[in-house]
């Protein structure tokens, strides 16, 4: 077992932890489903589960050479797509800069393409711009 990742996975539970607990902290508006902890809650949950999740894993199996080097180029690729979104979104609108991020991670995940990538891509965008405009009323830019 890495003791990198073992204690980044720790670190990202933690977080979690620390996140749930400030979002339910967090005043309520009317309707729980509308009020601004409901988005931090969610994420926090999803680290605590992922991270849970990450940890059964690394217990279950021994990582080689090769896939510890494929990991961190796929890790590093990753961030450097996500800082290039988070530049496109300045210049063109979200969606567009969504799609573009989905579909480029997932090619580099994946190594080839798939007829599934762009579906997946295209709904998840229309979901998440779906999701900030018309229920939470939030504008994406």
């Given at each position: ?9 720790i ?13 339910i902290?967090?005043?309520?508006r ?58 496109l ?6 969606i567009?800069?969504?799609l ?12 080839r ?29």
């Amino acid at each position: 077992m890495d003791k990198k990742e073992f204690s980044f996975t720790i670190i990202l539970i933690i977080v979690g932890i620390a996140g749930l607990f400030y979002s339910i902290l967090l005043p309520t508006r009317g309707i729980i489903a509308l009020s601004p902890g409901l988005f931090p809650a969610s994420v926090s949950t999803l680290m605590i589960i992922l991270g849970i999740v990450r940890l059964f894993q690394m217990i279950q199996t021994k990582n080689t050479k090769s896939e510890k080097i494929e990991g961190e180029r796929n890790f590093l690729m990753t961030i450097s797509l996500f800082l290039v979104y988070l530049l496109l979104l300045s210049y063109i609108h979200f969606i567009a800069s969504t799609l573009i991020f989905l579909f480029a991670s997932m090619i580099i995940l994946y190594k080839r393409f798939y007829w599934k990538i762009p579906i997946i891509s295209i709904t998840s965008t229309i979901g998440i711009y779906s999701i900030f405009r018309y229920l939470l009323n939030v504008r994406l830019p």
